[in-house]
């Protein structure tokens, strides 16, 4: 995760709320700034039609306890763009942001808890998770989590938010089912820009799907 964060940073920037460009305005801003400026835009353009990610999840040490149909679907939500993916987690960053030196970054990570795993692995334990187990602990010493909020979803529920603060700060949610661990974070080196866009976690947080599929382990 550290490796997202290359430069501490010294800009404040709002989260985008929505995706302004449109077919018009792309083709303005070509007149306006040239083949160069309207190449870069087109990815930003793009991102209007995020593409949706198909994950599964990683399997650890001992035997897996999850369904082996369990899949999960994330897209970026507005004002965010594809940065990486693999078959278990998506990265996301803003539009506009460079892909190199992102400031904030978004992620979905879908682990699978299997036979040899802590009983306390939970949504109720941030400190299993992988986002803190698996990169922050190995990188700073990390504060207890604190919670952030509590928010509502249709599919799953009563959530909550957690803020870990270490090497970076992160806010964390975890929705666990059929013994997977589904972990949606935000990460930054600044504090206050993070929190700028916790609407954006629980926006794709609220779009995250679970389906049982027989290609879920294509």
Known sequence: MNSHFEAENKRTKRCYTSTPSTAGRCLARLLNTGLNAFLGLMIGCSSVFA??????????????????????????????????????????????????KPTVVMQVVVNGISSEDPPAKSDKQPMHSQLVGGDMLRRDHVSPPETVETFKSDR?????????????????????????????????TNPAQLRQCIDSLKELVRSIRIIHSTEAKG
């Open 51 to 100: 593409a949706e990610h198909r994950l599964v999840p990683l399997e650890g040490l001992g035997r897996p306890l999850w369904p082996t149909d369990f899949a999960v679907i994330v897209s970026a939500p507005k004002g965010w763009r594809d940065r990486e993916s693999d078959k278990y987690s998506a990265v996301f960053i803003h539009l506009g942001e460079s892909i190199e």
């Open 156 to 188: 799953y529920g009563e959530l909550t938010m957690w803020e870990i603060r270490g090497a970076y700060t992160a806010e964390l949610v975890t929705i666990l089912r059929d013994h997977v661990s589904i972990e949606a974070s935000i990460a930054s």
